[in-house]
């Protein structure tokens, strides 16, 4: 979901500018709230889906976001050790591997992915969009850092749609709950024009990210939209959104893969420029932190480019036209945590995987089911079936695991991820032939 | 002759399957993968290349019955069975250098001279013993060196050390050390020298019978065939190993897309596909062409492969291929779990003193191992008319009636099931159709050189 760039790859991955820059702002971020305390800045620990950094922000708090904390460990390679702490602690094999990562940082001194101290919260926000296992994450949280907890209670898109009713009920608790609770930490009143400023920068950074997502329409593809995507989310799902450096940083991400659409290039991978395009794939599912590159390797050494996934809408659908609003600040907010892709039900998110098969002439789609991850691998073999009837585009399924690397067995991944696209070779062959 | 070659290195066995231009089956090897996969696959491909010397030679021996009664009375199976015994011998005479090697070094300075002259008779008892191992309808449990010599060296030292002086743990560990080194070694048999040993070999056991005439006329034939060239013009490998090997990436496909033609191949009705080898299980769905449309295989975890029934084998000290008739006898399925192959040992300690029958649990094994096979179907999409079974684990007559009745459960009594003795070959058959492909569409991809041994090919 963020910035991976201190993931220590062998050989030495290619970067961008723009990941360049996004690791200076993570190393700028990190460095704030190693300072925090001796400022006097407050901490508002909260999830990727459903963010309110805006709010945060404006009130001059700064956010924490335990996922990031612990995919960003995971590609440093520190995630075995957490997960180890967190077992001891009584947890088991099965829990979510995120919380047992979190966890177990927090039990081995809280020092942040970069090597900087990360400060205790002042306010844990729960925004809750899906995930249930979030409400356990941030009780165990509150266990240990006894501070107060916010909930914003967002309701489930059951229907495959956002009514009225649910809107205003988000709204209301904004109003009444959430932004007051924010307001009490900080010690001041939120001031709306500061809310309205972030949001229309917001705006900005997520119109050049949904042009940055359609350029994957083109042949070839000049972005990976899985693998180089979640370093596109990075600023905008997390600690950024809102922020000048975020604005900055979709410009110059724009530029580069406008740059690279005029040469008729295909995306950066690990390798530099990967191999030629020979397929075009939409993948469902988060991707595996541990072996990032290794993984990603898998891939783009055999010309497969990944040109939409589901993994980069959980902080935001903005590719369906939503945007961050300064003229509806609360509305536009409510909007956000009830349109992640977390809050979608089955049917809804086989209908956006079919839209992207469609929309960016897929030859393939590929589930990478989580195995510690109980509310979203659930049905993603119907998801797979149903997808493949509609489309006629053959699916892939592999399971791996978030941040615990005894769940990535390479081999057997390697071997799954090679007969799959040997089979939409053949199959393509296949077509062709007839 | 010019032909493809598919090489299937899995986890237990390595395959080599040969076909000509026009896509039969002239050629098949089979070794075991050992811990060396470069050996395997030298080996397999060797036995398969001499596998089609011999098709060759059969049918010059067809051919030169039509004109000459004595050439016909050479039959080509008495010759191949002398070939292999040349080459058995060919290896026992390494292993016999190997242990002498053993012997000089420095840690058996303390046995050596006990152990030197031990090893010897043994081994000669191994030399004398060899010819009936070859002997017209003999039964052999394995073809594979190591596990003859495994079972004709052990036999042999298990008298000598009752004999007295030597234990025989020492004894036997001699035999490991050495066979590692043996069959990990890569080394080349020329087949013209070697098949000349074994006309005449041949020739002379026939004794008076057809005389020299008849003894020159076969050994012109073997030259003969010797010298026929077999052009390999294609290659594709296959199976867990395949990465292990520096095979150029166009030579490579995946297990899944080979076993899947290859079964297509064997029954062109497939439309499902179950494959259980030593470490993987594969179902796999095909369409009319043979072309993979779907597939799951298991993930992590090995129970439910064909290691599971190798270690409840080793459990009860009883051979692999012992376990389908013996549980074939079972009058009840006893429920044993599935999810761990280690668990499922433990089980079965435990099921067995509290006096349940052998056979009853092995039985209920067999269902364990087949409905985690029948998750991985339903996962791929079900089971389609018709559907073939693959890999070794296919050749267990226990595993097959259960899958058959779990088939019929879940997808109706309409399903034709087809098993083939040969199935754990179907990888390799479908990688060589796969590397004949490539020959038709002018991009072949060839075998390294160093599987390549010299005097193998042509």
Not at chain 1, 172 to 180: E, T
Not at chain 1, 234 to 252: H, K, L, Q, T
Not at chain 2, 343 to 355: D, K
Not at chain 2, 397 to 425: K, Q, W
Request: overall charge neutral; aromatic content about 8%.
């Amino acid at each position: 979901m963020s910035a991976p760039q201190a993931a220590a790859p062998t050989p030495q991955a290619a970067k961008d500018a723009s990941q360049r820059r996004q690791k200076a702002m993570l190393a700028d971020y990190f460095e704030r709230l190693a300072a925090a305390r001796e400022n006097g800045t407050k901490v508002v620990y909260t999830f990727v889906p459903g963010n309110l950094v805006e709010l945060i922000d404006a009130l001059d708090m700064l956010p924490v976001l335990p996922e990031i904390n612990a995919l960003q460990s995971a590609m440093r390679k520190r995630s075995a050790g957490y997960i180890a702490e967190a077992e001891k602690a009584g947890h088991a094999e099965d829990v979510c591997s995120y919380v047992k990562c979190d966890i177990g940082m927090l039990k081995s001194g809280n020092t942040g992915p970069t090597g900087t101290k990360l400060p205790e919260p002042d306010l844990l926000l729960l925004s809750y969009t899906g995930c249930f296992t979030f409400m356990k994450w941030f009780e165990l949280l509150r266990q240990e850092y006894h501070c107060p907890v916010v909930m914003l209670h967002v309701p489930y898109q059951a229907g495959g749609a956002v009514s009225g009713e649910m809107q205003r009920y988000v709204v209301d608790q904004l109003r009444q709950k959430v932004v007051p609770a924010l307001e009490a930490v900080a010690g001041r009143r939120l001031d709306d024009g500061a809310l309205r400023e972030r949001l229309e920068r917001s705006r900005q950074a997520e119109d050049d990210l949904v042009a940055v997502w359609d350029s994957a329409r083109n042949r070839p593809s000049p972005i990976d939209a899985y693998f180089g995507g979640v370093y596109y989310i990075g600023p905008i799902f997390s600690a950024f959104r809102g922020g000048d450096g975020a604005v900055a940083y979709y410009r110059e991400l724009r530029r580069e893969v406008e740059d690279r659409v005029a040469h008729g290039e295909g995306p950066t991978t690990p390798d530099g420029s990967g191999a030629p395009e020979r397929h075009r794939l939409v993948v469902e599912g988060p991707p595996n932190w541990t072996h990032f590159n290794d993984f990603w390797r898998m891939f783009s050494r055999e010309g497969a480019v990944m040109v939409s996934s589901t993994y980069t809408r959980v902080g935001g659908l903005y590719d369906g036209g939503f945007r961050h609003d300064a003229e509806r600040p609360l509305d536009s907010l409510a909007e956000y945590c009830l349109g992640c892709y977390t809050n979608l039900s089955l049917p809804a998110r086989v209908d956006l995987l079919e839209r992207d098969i469609r929309k960016y002439a897929a030859d393939g789609f590929l589930i990478n089911s989580v195995k510690s991850c109980n509310s979203f691998s659930a049905g993603q073999l119907l998801m797979l079936r149903e997808l493949e009837q509609r489309t006629g585009v053959p699916g892939g399924f592999i399971e791996s695991d978030l941040v615990d690397p005894r769940y990535f067995g390479k081999a057997n991944i390697e071997n799954r991820v090679q007969s799959y696209l040997q089979m939409l070779e053949a199959r393509g062959k296949e077509r062709t032939a007839a | 002759m010019k032909c493809a070659v598919g090489i299937d290195l899995g986890s237990t066995t390595t395959k080599a399957v040969l076909l000509d231009e026009d896509g039969r089956i002239v050629g098949r090897g089979i070794t075991n993968s050992r811990s060396n996969y470069e050996v395997a696959c030298a080996v397999a491909r060797e036995e398969a290349l001499s596998a089609a010397r011999f098709e060759l030679l059969r049918q010059a021996v067809e051919v030169a019955a039509g004109r000459d009664a004595h050439a016909a009375g050479a039959p080509a199976t008495a010759l191949q069975d002398a070939y292999r015994l040349e080459l058995y011998l060919a290896e026992l005479a390494e292993l016999t250098a190997e242990i002498g090697t053993l012997l000089e070094s420095r840690p058996m300075e303390a046995h050596r001279a006990a152990l030197t002259p031990a090893a010897a008779e043994v081994l000669a008892e191994m030399a004398e013993g060899a010819a009936l191992l070859f002997a017209p309808g003999a039964e052999r449990k394995s073809d594979f060196f190591r596990d003859l010599a495994a079972a004709a060296f052990m036999h042999a030292a298990e008298r000598v050390a009752g004999a007295g002086g030597v234990p025989f743990d020492r004894l036997a560990g001699l035999f490991d050390r050495a066979i590692l080194n043996v069959e990990t070694r890569l080394k080349s048999t020329d087949f013209g020298a070697t098949l000349r040993r074994a006309a005449a070999r041949v020739a002379a056991a026939r004794g008076d019978g057809p005389g020299e005439a008849a003894r020159l006329a076969l050994l012109e034939l073997a030259d003969r065939v010797a010298a026929l060239p077999i052009a390999e013009i294609a290659f594709v490998g296959t199976g867990y190993g395949r990465q292990t090997l520096p095979f150029p990436k166009e030579a490579i496909r995946s297990e899944i897309l080979c076993h899947g033609r290859g079964a297509h191949r064997a029954y062109p009705g497939t439309r499902s596909v179950l494959d259980i080898g030593g470490q993987d299980t594969k179902a796999i769905q095909v369409d009319e062409r043979g072309v993979v449309t779907g597939f799951q295989m298991n993930d992590r975890c090995a129970a439910g492969c064909g290691r599971y029934l190798g270690y409840i084998a080793d459990e009860l000290n009883l051979g692999l291929h012992e376990l389908g008739p013996l549980a074939l006898q079972a009058r009840r399925a006893v429920k044993v779990n599935s999810t761990c192959t280690v668990f499922a040992g433990a089980e079965l300690r435990e099921r067995l003193a509290l006096g349940q029958r052998r056979e009853d649990i092995l039985a209920g094994l067999h269902r364990s191992i087949m409905l985690r096979a029948m998750s991985l179907l339903a996962r791929s999409g079900g089971v389609a008319n018709q559907f073939t079974f693959t890999g070794g684990v296919c050749k267990n007559a226990m595993a097959t009636r259960v899958l058959g009745e779990l088939v019929g459960e879940h997808y109706g009594a309409g399903i034709t099931i087809n098993t083939d003795p040969d199935s754990i070959y179907m990888g390799a058959l479908g990688a060589a159709l796969f590397a004949l492909d490539d020959a038709r569409a002018g991009r072949p991809a060839l075998l390294p050189a160093f599987a390549a041994p010299r005097g193998a090919a042509a």
